[in-house]
């Protein structure tokens, strides 16, 4: 079973259409990563957020955590053919014992933004 | 450019075959992080180093090791190859240990045949 579950898997639509993914765990992260992914590269990060409740925009994209840090999602406004990818979400979860932080991606949403 | 480095970007061999990946992070950057993405599981945690030492271990097989050099570049090695290790493998660095944002390679791409 995934730690984290991304929600839709698939996502396609047309330029300047709104849209929304969400990312959902029944853990309690110390916080959350949001990447961006497309052919042939790495992840980039997107932003990271900490606080339950917080609020994050970067342009046209507004990131949420939910209050418990058990969730978040993302929102693209008036999305462009430039936002397509595959976006991950991670969860932090703090190994006291090691010092480590093990961070736990989900599947990623795929989303396509059509001209 | 992350400036992180991944060598080969691609690799292909047999199974039962011993690969070995190679990663120098981005500079500055004292973790090493290992990643497995393939089709049917996304991204899946290997391990983590950090300045030298082990710090966090994932879904890491027994016949894949790691290790981080004291110019902390860092090396997986994958032995006894099967054909379902086929996948991307990625490094990542960051600062430090705990929630420092990862900065990722661009990948190995191991084809076991």
């Known amino acids: 079973t995934q730690l984290l579950e991304q929600s839709p898997q698939f996502l396609s639509i047309q330029e300047g259409e709104n849209l929304t993914v969400y990312c959902n765990s029944s853990?309690?992260?110390?916080?959350l990563q949001w990447y961006r992914q497309e052919p042939g590269e790495g992840p980039v990060l997107l932003v990271t957020?900490?606080?339950?409740?917080e609020v994050k925009k970067l342009k046209r994209l507004t990131f949420q955590f939910g209050d418990a840090r058990k969730d978040s999602s993302l929102h693209i406004t008036a999305a462009q053919p430039g936002d397509t990818g595959l976006y991950l979400c991670a969860g932090a979860l703090r190994l006291l014992e090691t010092s480590g932080s093990r961070l736990t991606f989900g599947e990623g949403t795929q989303l396509t933004v059509n001209p | 450019d992350s400036g992180v480095t991944q060598t080969p970007k691609h690799l292909i061999t047999a199974t039962g075959q011993r690969v070995t990946l190679r990663c120098s992070p981005r500079s500055g950057d004292l973790s090493v992080y290992w990643y497995q993405q393939s089709l049917d599981q996304g991204l899946q945690f290997l391990i983590q180093y950090y300045n030298g030492e082990e710090r966090a271990k994932g879904n890491i097989l027994e016949r894949f090791s790691a290790q981080q050099f004291p110019d902390l570049h860092s090396e997986l090695n994958l032995s006894s190859l099967e054909l379902g290790d086929s996948a991307l493998y990625f490094c990542?660095?960051?600062?430090?240990?705990?929630?420092?944002?990862?900065?990722f390679g661009n990948g190995t791409r191991l084809t076991v045949t």
């Open positions: 957020v900490v606080t339950g409740g």
């Open positions: 990542a660095s960051s600062v430090g240990t705990d929630n420092s944002p990862l900065h």
């Open positions: 853990s309690v992260f110390s916080s």
